[in-house]
């Protein structure tokens, strides 16, 4: 098995050398092609291990080689192949490997074609060992790894200056929370001595609950920067200037949900400390219906697709604040299959449209795009959670666990939310694909996308329907490690209600949408319309002024205070003392220069005075050797 | 009136002063390296006067291999010198600036 | 007394003898006076009771580095007035009188002279030659030998430095054969 675990690990590594090697070429499909291939190898590779873990039930644990043993200090480059990495391993090799094949008909015309693919094998290579490592320093190099390919990857069209902008903004926010990642890393070796999950959990158990808080409260900042909960969320909707396929695998189905791997992989440091884990769920409540009240009213697809993610990982992390870390797992993957379909399907529609980006200007697409209207809506409506997709299994059952811990306002958040999202997914549908052909207006001429990449795309639409019919094969498998708590209502009466009517009230909400975006007196807004000029319209489209306030009370006086420091200290402090030094060396030699004048008279005599120098100074030692009594005595009188 | 070892000393520093000032005022080599004569001599009396003083033979030993490098240096300096004459005609300490910085 | 009378004279005949030789614009001069301060300096050696010491310096200095110098002095063509170009003089005697006066400040405060014990010391009923003979070729044995070796190295590159071209005599060559050397020895420099 270690065979099969070292393969899937390193093929995606080797194609991303591979593609690596043409980074300078012209565009060539070979380094296209190698990478898909290896990853399908991954794949292959990760579904063996699955098989063997279903079947066995036994863990693939492996320690290629030692990476640091300094003084107390041992971490190994070691990686584990449980059953909550191996779901992540496949989620990982499956979109990567959907998306391979997908950006190789998408970026068809890029003239970074090659580098695109040697970027993403490696954030999927980045991706697995970050999964894939049985320690938190391993987790760290992951972390840092994704983050490092997503950087290259939203800047990917870096002679955009958005492009480079959200890149940017997408890293640092990263750093930020990696900071206190890095701290929470820290503090677990301090108080337990070791970085392998295995032995720091077993320790933790009898450490204080003041110091775990701390450790889950630093760990969870850096998993709120990876998976953009509030508020360092602005990053993930600004990441949306990639290409799509990045957006479907990167900030949608993987490295976003890294976060929640980082707390279901800790949750044995989380259900010791409730009151955190409460906290997450709060967060991600709020984080749920925060994003999805965004998604309303956003004209631009791939942002609306955005703030669904971000919604979705709210509801991740309310599974796993609620301890229910098994759902917050199964939601991960059932959300990684439909979303990045959505993600997909979105794609097809930017390059039928020319890169268009605003619903408006589309409206019946379905004529021309069928397969992608199909694909879409399926992933719409698992999205939205109507029985019997993915989205229902995954999704009900986590409002369901708030209502069965008691937490009745979470519970109404995300119930509203789930109307919400439903509302505004179908918005999204209903404005590209029925209507009135309003872009027609703008003279585009739209197009089904390659037969290969709807191919590609296939084996994502069947899990995100079938999905759910894997909940007990999968809640078998996984409870051999997580918790498993089941969540079962009292009275089945409640149940039924319960879940008949919010499928109703999702259906309904699903048909408003329709009726309200999908007539034909449907206009391009040109912000006349009494809507537009409301209130909440304003503060929704604005994404509720957050970015504007950081930029205006955050980077700004950040901006002002390092203008100081670079003028006044650094310039006239550091720099000044630097080339001062320097400046005094230099003009010593230049006026020593003098000295070396080449004629050997001269050196005569300034031999002579080292002379005198060194005499003087053996007077005015011997005389203070002699004297040292009496100049003792006179120093201690001067009080030194 | 008692002749002592500081006598001599002062001599010796006297004689080796006056070699200092040869050595800095003398700009023809060969006339330079009297100066040097003059240095090593001042420094042999105080070994043998010091070698007398205290009853030590030690002083006396190395002023026999003063003398001895002294000889040395003459025969090699002189040949150097010789060298350097054929070539530029000239011994002048002012010429040689070959070894300008 | 008489050892008084003798060290101030011959103190004064040395110092001025080397006055003259760093003084002097005739080289002449100069190694005339070096050679008779060398000749005092050995009266300051038998006055010591360093005889041995003594007669080496007549032996060595007055005689084979004397004689060295003055063929020196001769194939330099140094006989007539040497022109040199003096520089600040005040530099010079200041420098000078400066490091004498520290020489003897060290030498004045008695630091150094009462740890001073014989090494080894002067052998009882023996006369100063057979004094340095014994401790000559018994414990300095080696640095004797070594010395030795040095004097060998010393005469041989003196005859090797020296000794190019000697086959080449200036006074039988004619006018246009010493022109051609002083080309090619142009030539050389310049390379």
Redesign the interface.
């Known amino acids: 098995m270690e065979l099969y675990l070292y393969i899937a690990l390193f093929s995606p590594l080797v194609g991303s050398m591979f593609a690596a090697l043409y980074g300078a070429k012209p565009r060539t499909k070979i380094a296209g092609v190698v990478p898909s291939a290896l990853l399908i190898t991954s794949l292959i590779a990760s579904t063996i291990l699955l098989a063997h873990i279903l079947s066995t039930g036994e863990i693939v644990h492996v320690e290629m080689m030692t990476w640091m043993a300094t003084g107390n200090l041992y971490i190994p480059f070691g990686f584990i192949v449980d059953q909550v990495s191996v779901t992540m391993m496949m989620v990982v090799t499956l979109v990567s490997s959907v998306v391979h094949v997908y950006a190789i008909g998408y970026m068809d015309h890029d003239k970074g074609f090659n580098r695109f693919f040697s970027w993403l094998s490696a954030f999927v290579f980045s991706m697995l060992i970050l999964v894939m490592s049985d320690n938190f320093a391993g987790l760290f190099i992951g972390w840092e790894g994704v983050g490092l390919c997503s950087w290259g990857l939203i800047g990917f069209w870096y002679h955009k200056e958005s492009a480079t902008w959200a890149a940017n903004e997408a890293f640092i926010m990263n750093r930020i929370a990696d900071l206190g990642m890095l701290i929470g890393i820290f503090l677990v070796y301090w108080n337990t001595g070791t970085l392998q999950y295995e032995g720091a959990f077993a320790a933790m158990q009898n450490l204080d609950t003041e110091i775990l808080t701390w450790m889950g409260i630093f760990l969870f900042i850096g998993a709120m920067g990876k998976s953009a909960q509030f508020p360092l969320h602005t990053w993930l909707a600004d990441a949306m200037e990639g290409p799509t396929p990045v957006s479907a695998l990167i900030h949608a189905a993987t490295m976003v949900t890294a976060g929640v791997y980082l707390v279901v992989r800790s949750n044995e440091l989380y259900a010791l400390i409730p009151d955190v884990g409460v906290f997450i769920a709060s967060l991600g409540a709020f984080v749920a219906m925060f994003a999805a009240s965004m998604a309303l009213v956003n004209r631009d697809i791939k942002r609306v697709i955005a703030y669904s993610t971000l919604s979705q990982l709210g509801y991740m992390f309310v599974a796993a604040g609620l301890g229910a870390y098994w759902v917050a797992l199964f939601h991960l993957m059932a959300h990684a299959f439909f979303k990045a379909l959505l993600f997909l399907g979105a794609g097809n529609v930017m390059h039928a449209m020319d890169s268009e980006l605003d619903p408006f200007k589309m409206g019946g697409l379905g004529k021309t795009m069928k397969a992608s209207m199909v694909m879409m809506t399926l992933a719409s409506v698992a999205l939205a959670g109507i029985f019997p997709l993915a989205g229902f299994f995954s999704k009900d059952i986590i409002i369901e666990a708030a209502f069965v811990e008691h937490h009745f306002i979470i519970y109404t958040v995300l119930l509203l939310t789930a109307g919400l999202t439903a509302f505004y997914s179908f918005r999204i549908i209903a404005l590209i694909f029925h209507g009135e052909e309003r872009y027609k207006l703008f003279g585009f001429h739209p197009h089904e996308a390659y037969k290969f990449m709807l191919v590609a795309m296939s084996p994502l639409l069947i899990l995100a329907v079938i999905a759910g019919s894997l909940k007990m094969t999968y809640f078998e498998m996984v409870t051999a490690v997580l918790p498993a708590t089941e969540y079962h209502l009292h009275s089945v009466t409640t149940y039924w209600i319960m879940t008949i009517g919010t499928q109703i009230f999702v259906i309904l909400a699903i048909l408003y949408a329709y009726k309200k975006y999908a007539n034909s007196s449907i206009k391009v807004p040109d912000g006349t319309s009494k809507m537009e000029k409301s209130f909440v319209y304003k503060l929704l489209i604005n994404q509720y002024y957050i970015p504007y306030s950081y930029e205006q009370y955050l980077i700004r006086p950040y901006r002002e205070l390092s203008t100081i420091f670079w003028k006044q200290i650094d310039m006239k402090i550091v720099d000044a003392s630097v080339d001062g030094i320097a400046g005094i060396i230099y003009g010593t030699g230049e006026k020593t220069r003098a000295m070396q004048s080449g004629n050997l008279s001269t050196m005569l005599k300034w031999m002579v005075l080292g002379l005198v120098i060194l005499l003087s100074l053996a007077v005015v030692f011997g005389l203070a050797a002699r004297h040292f009594d009496e100049i003792k005595v006179i120093l201690s009188g001067l009080g030194v | 009136?008692?002749?002592g070892?500081?006598?001599?000393?002062?001599?010796s520093?006297?004689?080796?002063?006056?070699?200092?000032?040869?050595?800095?005022?003398?700009?023809?080599l060969?006339?330079l390296?009297?100066?040097t004569?003059?240095l090593l001599?001042s420094v042999?009396?105080a070994f043998?006067?010091?070698?007398?003083y205290?009853?030590?033979?030690?002083g006396?030993?190395f002023?026999?291999?003063v003398?001895?490098?002294?000889?040395?240096?003459?025969?090699?300096g002189?040949?150097?010198?010789?060298?350097w004459?054929?070539?530029?005609n000239n011994?002048d300490?002012?010429s040689?600036?070959?070894?300008?910085? | 007394m008489f050892e008084a009378i003798a060290f101030y004279l011959f103190a004064f005949l040395t110092t001025l003898m080397f006055f003259i030789t760093v003084t002097t614009s005739q080289a002449l001069y100069a190694l005339t006076a070096l050679a008779a301060g060398m000749i005092f300096i050995s009266a300051f050696f038998f006055i010591l009771g360093a005889d041995f010491l003594g007669a080496v310096q007549i032996v060595v200095y007055s005689g084979a580095v004397m004689a060295l110098y003055a063929f020196g002095m001769m194939f330099f063509d140094s006989t007539r007035e040497v022109k040199e170009k003096q520089g600040n003089k005040l530099i010079v005697s200041g420098l000078s009188i400066l490091a004498a006066i520290l020489v003897v400040l060290i030498f004045a405060a008695p630091m150094v002279t009462d740890n001073i014990v014989a090494l080894y010391p002067v052998i009882e009923g023996a006369g100063n030659t057979q004094q340095v003979g014994m401790v000559l070729f018994t414990k300095y044995l080696v640095p004797f030998e070594v010395a030795a070796v040095m004097l060998l190295v010393a005469m041989i590159a003196g005859i090797v430095l020296a000794g190019k071209k000697m086959d080449l005599s200036i006074t039988l060559m004619n006018d246009a054969e010493i022109k051609d050397m002083k080309k090619d020895q142009n030539k050389k420099v310049l390379s």
């Open positions: 009136m008692e002749i070892l500081n006598h001599y000393l002062v001599l520093t006297i004689l080796f002063s006056i070699g200092l000032v040869g050595v800095m005022r003398r700009k023809n060969l006339l390296f009297f100066a004569e003059i001599n042999n009396i043998a006067a010091i070698s007398h205290y009853g030590d033979l030690t006396q030993m002023a026999f291999f003398i001895a490098i002294a000889a040395s240096e003459v025969a090699v002189l040949g150097l010198l010789i060298v004459h054929k070539r530029h011994i300490l002012d040689m600036s070959t070894m300008k910085g």
